[in-house]
């Protein structure tokens, strides 16, 4: 596997399940994030994680839960989501200290919520 | 709140035609700047990364930067219709201690045949 990977590539759920989303990265980087993209709507940034810490939460509700187990992995647990919680959903992970820390993407989970 | 800005489009040329992509931002600190492309249904990729005043050329892509204006563009040359997507700029700001991108909307671009 290279880059960034994201299972699974599709979800659809009900608002009672629980699921988790899950993104490696094989680049070496320390950094990971969380984004979501509404159709026609910016990339909206979820979490961030440095150093296998969370350094940002950006007013995501409590039914999103991000893990950082180490600093290739990456998971958002899901519970109880609303419909207008669907969404791609797009892990992506960078090296913290370089000058030019370009963000590298997964391919996204396509979540749709019934 | 820092802001990228970006008119949404669709800009729409014709095969062989220079596209031309704009991106304001408000922070005047900002030293370098991302442009993205996101294909529709895929994930955004990186096409160019400009931190320097005046012009970066990469094959047909040319970035143009005016800090002064707090102004980024992106140019390219002999559109095709595979260059049709939807182009990110992206400003990186340090914030508590760590990195991350402010996002434009995006700009559609739509090249016909």
């Known amino acids: 596997e290279t880059g960034v990977t994201q299972t699974p590539r599709h979800l659809v759920m009900g608002m009672t399940n629980k699921k988790s989303l899950k993104c490696e990265q094989h680049?070496?980087?320390?950094?990971m994030y969380w984004y979501k993209q509404s159709a026609k709507k910016p990339l909206e940034l979820m979490f961030v994680?440095?150093?296998?810490?969370?350094?940002e939460n950006n007013s995501v509700p409590s039914r999103f839960s991000p893990e950082c187990p180490n600093s290739s992995h990456l998971f958002l647990h899901l519970h109880t989501l609303q419909p207008e919680d669907s969404a791609l959903y797009l892990c992506?992970?960078?090296?913290?200290?370089?000058?030019?820390?370009?963000?590298?993407f997964g391919p996204g989970t396509r979540l749709t919520v019934l | 709140q820092k802001e990228v800005e970006q008119n949404s489009g669709p800009l729409s040329v014709p095969e062989g035609a220079i596209a031309s992509l704009n991106c304001t931002y408000s922070d005047r600190g900002s030293q370098s700047f991302f442009w993205y492309r996101q294909y529709s249904g895929k994930s955004p990729e990186l096409i160019m990364f400009?931190?320097?005043?005046g012009d970066k050329e990469d094959g047909r892509f040319t970035a143009q930067l005016n800090k002064a204006s707090q102004y980024v563009s992106l140019l390219i040359r002999d559109s095709q219709p595979s260059d049709s997507a939807t182009y990110l700029c992206?400003?990186?700001?340090?914030?508590?201690?760590?990195?991350?991108?402010?996002f434009g909307a995006g700009t559609r671009l739509a090249v016909h045949p």
């Open positions: 680049l070496g980087h320390n950094a």
């Open positions: 992206a400003v990186p700001i340090r914030s508590g201690g760590y990195n991350k991108l402010i």
């Open positions: 994680y440095s150093l296998e810490e969370r350094v």
């Open positions: 400009i931190y320097s005043n």
């Open positions: 992506a992970s960078s090296q913290e200290g370089r000058f030019y820390n370009e963000q590298f």
